[in-house]
DNA sequence: TCTATAGTTAAGCAAATGCTTAACCAATCA
DNA sequence: TGATTGGTTAAGCATTTGCTTAACTATAGA
């Protein structure tokens, strides 16, 4: 098990590049052989593998082989932690913009009662 | 202007660091000088520059000097960018699971019927 | 059985990352 | 004015990343 830090290192550091976004948004659409994954791409197919351990890694994808093709999906599960860290994020900033609204309110209404 | 994709690989590359992800954290409760966003680090004022560097770089973090301190603030909004993309793979796998069991359904439709 | 297909491993390399130390500038403050 | 505080730049270095080519294994089909 590993802990809430490392996970989302991994998980923002698998959605950093572009070719593997590219193959997340293809198994969002459903499940792709390797070669498949691997076809838009002009990348040799030992890059494209490191990019899918990548994502596996992080636990953003699945795979099983079965015969000789392995078969890739998307696990959008691990889409969670990422979401919800970023949610996190933007509720503390609305916590605090609604917290300095209300102090200006208040400012504003102790002005008027002295003015 | 960056397109998209520059632009998601910038603002995921910068969350995929611990220590940059607890600057944001830092400053979603509110804006802080640089020496502030140093203190809980055992690192040095360089690095955590070059933190800030990347931060502000893929447009999470805005920064001003006045006299000798700079005065950092998270920008918001350019959570929404990954935010959004999540959100858009998320849909695109349920809009799937919904079209599947939908597929299923007729089948078992179908198969009652001739049963 | 031969051969093409699908994937895998290993080794190597250039560029990017994350850090350091050393040296420095500029605004305060005693 | 001289020292301290807050920040900045430059240079260097170890590690990681993203890719390559070469060599190899295993399954499927003619």
Redesign the pocket.
């Known amino acids: 098990m590993l802990n809430q830090s490392a996970a989302l290192d991994l998980t923002f550091?698998a959605l950093?590049?572009p070719?593997r976004r590219a193959m997340l948004e293809r198994l969002s659409t459903g499940p792709a052989?390797?070669?498949e994954l691997a076809r838009p791409f002009s990348?040799?197919?030992?890059?494209v593998?490191?990019?899918l351990a990548?994502l596996e890694t992080a636990g953003l994808t699945r795979s099983r082989?079965s015969?000789?093709?392995?078969t890739c999906e998307i696990n959008p599960q691990a889409l969670n932690t990422a979401q919800d860290w970023l949610a996190a994020r933007r509720a503390e900033w609305e916590q605090r913009l609604d917290r300095l609204e209300a102090y200006l309110t208040e400012l504003q209404n102790k002005d008027q009662g002295n003015g």
Chains 1, 2 share one sequence.
């Open positions: 550091q950093a590049d070719a052989s390797v070669s990348m040799s197919m030992p890059a593998l490191q990019h990548v082989k015969g000789r093709v392995r």
